[in-house]
């Protein structure tokens, strides 16, 4: 039929995380791999669900307002559910901090582990109705040595992470994934139920021309992100403008970002001091996301992997993607800080 034989070689993420932990020689468990067969679990299962959501009536809300005081859509409480019962089942947890939860899990002992995940089940969960992608975010922390799993293990910088990565719920699913050596992307195959290579090695474009921000809070922007976004909207002479892309699920923006190169960014302004995005389970794993990419990750002042967050759901400002665009802002919040 002249079609191309199946490959045989097939790499899955199962796979591709266990060569990656064998390369750690014997120290590795395996705990690690088996925690992200329980998270990509979490991920096939979200995923059917969206993409049924409208015809087993999943989309609507379920009634109860969230920690965030958002109201939560029956999408999100079931994506929380399953994320809580299959982590603790996996017994490699310690710690769950969910978007959704206003406090920390601490897994008994039974089923105790020695790894941390804070995840926002459904990010973007506002588009749900829409059909705009939406995604999970998860990030991953061992515990201290000795500790028996407590808030001290998760309120750690995101350098500490040992694995960050998204699920992003669209045409197709898209896991994306670093353990600290890179980032790699994979896309569900639903007939075989795995998650198939096939964005190796992604790095980010040094310099991008997409800017994505919510230009909607303008008003209320603070002077380095007005003089910035001017700088891009009406560059000196020669050079073009940059083209505007913003989806408000930051899943779906960060990963355009990875590919495609530019700049994301939720910054502090008059209306929310500290920006919108929640450190923990939003901005260190996109922060952790595209530095593994070759980008960079900054709330403006400061390196966000090096927050040291003091409540599970705090929030930063955000910018984040090509190395080169992320500078500039730095730059633009310097000269108006007054540091250079
Ligand atoms: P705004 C979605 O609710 C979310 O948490 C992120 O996914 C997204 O980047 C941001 O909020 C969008 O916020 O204020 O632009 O609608």
Redo the contacts with the bound molecule.
């Keep these: 039929s002249g079609e191309e034989p199946p490959s045989t070689d097939i790499i899955t993420l199962t796979r591709h995380v266990l060569n990656d932990q064998f390369s750690l020689g014997p120290a590795a468990t395996g705990d690690l791999t088996l925690l992200l067969t329980a998270i990509q679990t979490t991920s096939k299962f979200i995923a059917t669900n969206v993409r049924k959501a409208r015809l087993i009536n999943l989309v609507g809300l379920a009634g109860e307002t969230n920690v965030q005081g958002e109201e939560q859509k029956k999408l999100d409480v079931l994506s929380n559910d399953i994320m809580v019962n299959s982590l603790r089942a996996s017994g490699k947890t310690a710690v769950l901090v969910s978007e959704e939860l206003e406090e920390a899990i601490i897994i008994e002992d039974r089923y105790k582990g020695s790894y941390c995940v804070v995840f926002d089940p459904l ?4 588009n749900i109705d829409a059909g705009v992608n939406i995604g999970t975010i998860f990030g991953i922390y061992r515990i201290k040595p000795g500790s028996k799993g407590s808030l001290e293990d998760v309120l750690r910088p995101g350098s500490e992470m040992v694995a960050a990565g998204y699920t992003m719920y669209g045409s197709s699913a898209n896991l994306v994934l670093t353990t600290g050596h890179g980032v790699n992307g994979y896309t569900l195959d639903a007939s075989l139920g795995e998650f198939i290579l096939t964005h190796p090695d992604i790095k980010i474009p040094p310099r991008g021309k997409i800017y994505s921000f ?1 230009e ?2 303008s008003m209320y922007f603070n002077p380095p992100v007005i003089n910035y976004l001017n700088s891009i909207k009406y560059p000196q002479s020669g050079k073009s403008p940059y083209s505007a892309r ?1 989806i ?4 779906a ?1 960060v990963h355009r970002t990875l590919l495609y190169g530019g700049i994301f960014g ?1 910054p502090a302004d008059k209306k929310s001091k500290s920006g ?2 929640r450190i923990l389970y ?1 901005a260190f794993p996109m922060a952790f996301l595209t530095e593994q990419a070759g980008g960079l990750a900054t709330t403006g002042t400061q390196r966000i992997l090096d927050i040291i967050p003091t409540s599970i759901h705090q929030r930063c400002p955000v910018f984040l993607g090509s190395k080169d665009d992320v500078e500039d802002v730095i730059k633009f919040h310097e000269q108006v800080n007054g540091s250079v």
């Design positions: 990010d973007g969960s506002s919510n909607g809070n913003y408000g699920s930051m899943v923006d939720y919108k995005l939003e």
